[in-house]
C-alpha cells in the first residue's frame, strides 16, 4: 500500500495536469456508486412499502434508467461554464438523492395515499440529474484524452463504481446503516464531488466564493440530516404504527419493529402486522392444534417460519413431541425472540427449551438438502406479497415437503384469507393438491386480521380430534369441528396452480388485498 502511494505521489509530481485528471475519474467512480445506491434505495423502499418487490424494482429501475436518458439528451444543450455546471448538478442531486429516503419514509408514514406520485417523481428528478452527469465529465475530459481513451477511462472508473455499489448496498449498507442514512450517505458523497470540482476549477469557476457557500450549506445540510436521522427514522415509525417502538432494527431481510401500548405488543416486518400479543393466541392455537391433536402422538415436528416461536410453544403442549426443528431465515427475529424478556414472556421461552433446534436458514433449501421425516409439519410464512415468498407457496415448494411428511404425518399451511383473498386461499389449496397430497380446508377470526385461513395438508384422511391439550384459550373439540365450515361466500372457487415459473398466487394476492390499501 505504502509503495502504492509513493508511486501515485510521482505519477502526479510529473504530471501537474494528471491531479486534475485522476479527481475528475475518482468524481466518475463515486458519480455511479451514488447514482445506483439512489436507484436500490427508492426500489427497496417501494418494496418494503408497497410489496411485490419485483415488480417494484422493475418499474423505479425503468422509470430512472429512462430518466437517465432524458439527462443525457438534455446535457447536450449545456455549452458554456461546464465545471460550474457539473457541480451545481452535484450538489442537487446530492441534497435531493440523499434526502429522498427519508422523505418517502416520512411521506408514507403520514400521507400514504400520495406516496407512489412522489416515489416516481423523485426517481424521475433524480434519474435526469444523474443522467447529465457523466456526459459533461467527458466533454470536460476531452481535451486530455482520445475519443477512445476517454470513453474507456470514464466507462472503466463507472463501472466499477456500480460494481462496489451492487455489492456494498445489501450486504453492508442497508443492515449496517438502513435506508435513510444510507441516502444521506452517498448524498454527502456527491457534495463532496462537488467540493473536488471546485478544488479542480478553482481558477476557472466565476462566482467562487458563492459556489463555496453553496457547496459548504449542502454538506452541512447533509450532515445533519445524518446526525438525527436516527430520531427522524424514530419519529417517522411512531405516526406509522401509532404506538411507541421498544425495539427497532434492520437486518439483512427485513425491517424489524416491535411496539407497546397499553399491555399490547405487536411485531411488524417491514410495516406488516406480524402479531398483536391480544389475539396472538387464537392464530397460533388454530395454526397447531387442529393437525397436532389429530394426529394422536406426533414426536418429531417441523416448523417452516415463525420465528417469534409461539407455534412452537403450542407444539411443546404435547408430551410425545420429543425434538421440535424450527427452520426461520433471519437469525435477528429467532434471538430476540430468545433473549427479549418481554418477547421471551409471550412464546413462553419455547426457543431455550432441549428439545428446539433453531437453524437459520432458508425453508426451501432445508427441504431440499435433508431426507428425514417429520410427523408434522406447520409453515407459518408471511403472506405471498413478493415473488421471494411466492416461491414458498408453490408446486416446486409443496413437494418438497411432501417428500419429508411422514406417511401419518400432517402439515399445515397459514393461507391468508378466505374472505378478503378468497381466489389466494383457493389457489394455495388447488397447488398443494396438485403435489399429490388431500387437502383439508378450514379458518378462525382473528381480530387483527380479520377471518384467516388454514390449509391442512396429508395422505391419509384427515379427521377432527376429539380432545386438545387443557389450557388452551380459544379451543376445545366443538370449536375445532366448527373451524371447518365454511360460508357461501367463502367457499371454493376455481383456481390455478401456483408454480414457480410462474407464480401466479403473487399476482391474485396483490390483487386482491390492493382494493383494501390506500
Known amino acids: 500500500m505504502t509503495a502504492l502511494t509513493a508511486y501515485a505521489r510521482r505519477w502526479l509530481a510529473a504530471e501537474p495536469g494528471r491531479a486534475a485528471e485522476f479527481a475528475l475519474l475518482l468524481s466518475v467512480f463515486v458519480v455511479a456508486a451514488c447514482g445506483l445506491i439512489y436507484e436500490l434505495v427508492a426500489a427497496a423502499l417501494a418494496s418494503y412499502l408497497l410489496g411485490d418487490s419485483v415488480l417494484q424494482f422493475s418499474t423505479v429501475i425503468g422509470t430512472y434508467l429512462f430518466a437517465m436518458g432524458i ?16 457541480l451545481r448538478i452535484e450538489l442537487f442531486v446530492g441534497l435531493v438523492g440523499g434526502l429522498m429516503p427519508a422523505a418517502l419514509f416520512l411521506l408514507h408514514a403520514s400521507a400514504p395515499a400520495p406516496f407512489r406520485i412522489a416515489l416516481y417523481a423523485l426517481v424521475l428528478l433524480v434519474g435526469i440529474l444523474v443522467g447529465l452527469e457523466i ?30 455499489v451492487s455489492l456494498a448496498f445489501p450486504l453492508l449498507l442497508a443492515p449496517q446503516l438502513g435506508m435513510i442514512r444510507t441516502g444521506m450517505l452517498f448524498g454527502l458523497l456527491n457534495a463532496t464531488v462537488a467540493l473536488l470540482a471546485l478544488w479542480v476549477f478553482r481558477g476557472q469557476i466565476r462566482h467562487f466564493g458563492s459556489h463555496l457557500a453553496a457547496t459548504a450549506l449542502v ?13 427522524l427514522t424514530r419519529f417517522g415509525e411512531d405516526r406509522f404504527y401509532g404506538q411507541r417502538i421498544v425495539h427497532a432494527e434492520s437486518s439483512p431481510y427485513q425491517r424489524i419493529v416491535v411496539t407497546e401500548s397499553r399491555g399490547e405488543t405487536r411485531l411488524f416486518l417491514n410495516g406488516n402486522l406480524q402479531f398483536s400479543s391480544f389475539d396472538e393466541y387464537r392464530y397460533h392455537e388454530a395454526l397447531v392444534h387442529p393437525v397436532a391433536a389429530a394426529h394422536g402422538g406426533p414426536r418429531r415436528v417441523l416448523v417452516l417460519g415463525g420465528g417469534d416461536g409461539m407455534a412452537v410453544r403450542e407444539v411443546l403442549r404435547y408430551p410425545s413431541v420429543e425434538s421440535v426443528t424450527l427452520v426461520d431465515l433471519d437469525p435477528a427475529v429467532t434471538t430476540m425472540f430468545r433473549t427479549e424478556p418481554r418477547l421471551v414472556k409471550l412464546n413462553d421461552g419455547a426457543l431455550s427449551s432441549p428439545k428446539v433446534t433453531v437453524l437459520n436458514e432458508d425453508a426451501f433449501t432445508f427441504l431440499e438438502r435433508g431426507q428425514d421425516r417429520f410427523d408434522l409439519v406447520i409453515c407459518d410464512f408471511p403472506d405471498p406479497s413478493n415473488y421471494s415468498l411466492g416461491k414458498l407457496y408453490t408446486t416446486a415448494f409443496y413437494a418438497l415437503l411432501e417428500r419429508r411428511l411422514a406417511a401419518s404425518g400432517f402439515a399445515v399451511v397459514q393461507t391468508t384469507s378466505p374472505l378478503y383473498a378468497r381466489r389466494s386461499f383457493w389457489t394455495v389449496a388447488t397447488t398443494i393438491e396438485a403435489v399429490g397430497l388431500t387437502v383439508t380446508p378450514y379458518h378462525a377470526l382473528v381480530p387483527s386480521f380479520g377471518e384467516w385461513g388454514f390449509l391442512i395438508a396429508s395422505r391419509r384422511p384427515y379427521r377432527a380430534p376429539l380432545s386438545v391439550p387443557e389450557g388452551l384459550r380459544f379451543l376445545d373439540p366443538p370449536a375445532v369441528a366448527r373451524l371447518f365450515e ?30 383494501f390499501g390506500p
Open 71 to 86: 439527462g443525457s439528451y438534455l446535457s447536450r444543450h449545456v455549452e458554456d461554464d461546464l465545471p460550474a455546471v457539473f
Open 135 to 164: 456526459p459533461l465529465v467527458m466533454r470536460i475530459l476531452k481535451r486530455q484524452y482520445s475519443l477512445r481513451e476517454l470513453v474507456s477511462q470514464v466507462l472503466t472508473f463507472d463501472y466499477l463504481g456500480a460494481l462496489v
Open 219 to 231: 454538506i452541512a445540510t447533509l450532515a445533519v440530516a445524518m446526525a438525527g436521522a436516527e430520531a
Open 486 to 515: 365454511f360460508p357461501m361466500d367463502m367457499r371454493r372457487v376455481p383456481t390455478e396452480v401456483n408454480r414457480l415459473d410462474n407464480q401466479i398466487l403473487v399476482h391474485t394476492f396483490e390483487q386482491e388485498w390492493g382494493r
